[in-house]
């Protein structure tokens, strides 16, 4: 979806490709590995400046040409200044590699100011694009520090080219109300890309039909909402072997020890441990009935806003997903006909739900997801190279 006054016309395209400097936060990162296999795919020569991040996936080598910038850290913006600091030393060592990219994209708004530094340094004319993967919970605050970062924000904003929202949430509920930003966007979801996909319809897919004495909840990847961890640990304690909590990934907010010791308490709870993209997908939404899609860990602010990359992954391979009602999930998923929105108290509305669900009416509900799959969940490729065709025509 692009909300943009640029207009790409074959007279703007060219035959050398559109060179990018893309800076990361997370080599190890699935987001930021899916965004830059994709810019391969769409053509583009590039070169990565990218931060490390020792939460999961931790012996993943980068496949692309990339500067590693040291380690950093989640939610601690105070330990990262320093670190953010030495890799900008490591930027001006390659100060000749900016002056020859179209374009510097940084993702989130600390690699933001290392892009603008370095332009800055550098000498370059790139253009600067920015995209948002979430929008953190210091934004939203009514205080002096919320003002502060929020003020810091819009004066960024007057530097860049352009706006990649990765939920049309952000613009709508941040971005145009809060900080009044009119200039070019482009949103780009995180749906599932080509290089995701390992076969379609395998046996690996379907054993969810063979469970049949209970409801399967998935919860999958970055395992950071503990009130989800509550709220599914009351499920499972109403429900009993009625229901299974399965899931795989890794909690970065409470430690592995720690959710293990919930999960442990819990008979009808399985953790697989960390997981593959794109190996592993199929296989795991392939066991469950239904994909928890609810995000709390800023229910006022950032969850009210994004699309989780569960969603598009979970929905592609048919699982159900469940949502917080009125949110941007709700009302994507809602036009859609898809999954089930559910208001306070959560687990106790998701308790009677499953307790009345039908399996016929399961049944047809997962049919017509994986009908309309590749509508609603799947990125062939157009839709990055249509951002990439923006970016050069800035």
Same mark, same amino acid.
């Given at each position: 979806?692009?909300?943009?006054r +640029? ?7 060219s035959?050398?490709?559109l060179?990018?400097a893309?800076?990361?936060g997370? %080599?190890?990162?699935p ?11 769409g ?11 020792r939460?999961?996936n931790?012996?993943?080598?980068? !496949?692309?040409?990339n500067? @590693?910038?040291? &380690? ?9 200044l320093?670190?953010? %600091?030495?890799g900008a030393?490591?930027?001006?060592? @390659? ?7 179209? %374009?510097?994209?940084?993702?989130? =708004?600390?690699l ?20 948002? &993967? ?13 003002a502060?970062?929020r ?11 352009l706006?990649?929202p990765?939920?049309?949430?952000f ?8 900080l ?15 290089g995701e996909?390992? $076969?379609? %319809? ?5 054993? #969810?039909?063979?469970i049949?004495d ?14 989800s ?5 009351? =499920?499972?304690?109403?429900? /009993?072997?009625?229901?299974? +909590?399965?899931?795989? *990934?890794?909690?970065?907010?409470? $430690?592995?020890?720690?959710?293990m010791? =919930?999960?442990?308490r819990h008979?009808? #709870?399985?953790? !697989?441990?960390e ?13 469950? @009935? ?8 800023d229910?006022? /602010? ?20 469940l949502?917080m009602?009125?949110?941007?999930? !709700?009302? #994507?998923?809602?036009?859609? *006909? ?6 306070p ?19 047809? &509900?997962?049919q ?6 590749d ?15 923006? +970016?050069?025509?800035?």
């Amino acid at each position: 979806m692009m909300k943009s006054r +640029i207009e790409t016309t074959p007279a703007t395209q060219s035959a050398s490709p559109l060179r990018i400097a893309v800076l990361g936060g997370d %080599a190890t990162n699935p987001t930021l590995i899916l965004r830059i296999r994709s810019f391969m795919r769409g053509g583009a020569q590039l070169d990565a400046f990218t931060f490390r991040r020792r939460k999961y996936n931790v012996d993943y080598q980068p !496949d692309w040409p990339n500067t @590693h910038l040291g &380690e950093t850290v989640d939610r601690n913006y105070l330990r990262r200044l320093s670190r953010l %600091a030495r890799g900008a030393f490591k930027l001006a060592r @390659h100060r000749a590699r900016f002056r020859r990219v179209d %374009a510097i994209y940084a993702r989130q =708004i600390d690699l933001l100011a290392l892009a603008l530094f370095a332009k800055w340094v550098s000498g370059s004319r790139a253009k600067i694009v920015y995209e948002v &993967e979430d929008i953190q919970a210091v934004y939203f605050r009514n205080d002096v520090v919320g003002a502060l970062f929020r003020a810091i924000e819009r004066r960024v904003l007057r530097r860049i080219d352009l706006l990649v929202p990765l939920s049309p949430g952000f613009l709508r509920g941040f971005y145009e109300p809060v900080l009044a930003y009119s200039g070019p966007s482009f949103v780009l979801e995180n749906k599932i890309q080509p290089g995701e996909r390992r $076969g379609l %319809a395998t046996p690996a897919g379907r054993v #969810w039909e063979e469970i049949t004495d209970r409801w399967v909840i998935g919860w999958f990847g970055t395992l950071r909402c503990p009130k989800s961890m509550a709220l599914l640990e009351r =499920i499972a304690e109403r429900l /009993g072997p009625k229901v299974e +909590i399965y899931t795989r *990934g890794y909690p970065t907010e409470t $430690g592995l020890d720690a959710y293990m010791r =919930i999960v442990d308490r819990h008979p009808n #709870w399985v953790h !697989d441990g960390e997981y593959s993209i794109p190996d592993d997908l199929e296989a795991m939404y392939g066991r469950v @009935h239904f994909s928890w899609c609810l995000d709390m860990l800023d229910e006022h /602010g950032n969850s009210q806003l994004l699309r989780a990359c569960r969603v598009y992954q979970g929905g592609y391979y048919g699982a159900v997903p469940l949502v917080m009602a009125g949110t941007e999930m !709700d009302r #994507w998923l809602g036009e859609a *006909g898809v999954g089930h929105a559910f208001a306070p108290p959560y687990a106790e509305a998701i308790a009677d739900f499953l307790e009345s669900m039908d399996p016929a009416r399961y049944r047809a &509900e997962r049919q017509d997801i994986m009908a309309r799959r590749d509508a609603l969940f799947l990125e062939d490729g157009r839709e990055t190279r249509a951002l990439l065709a923006t +970016i050069r025509a800035l």
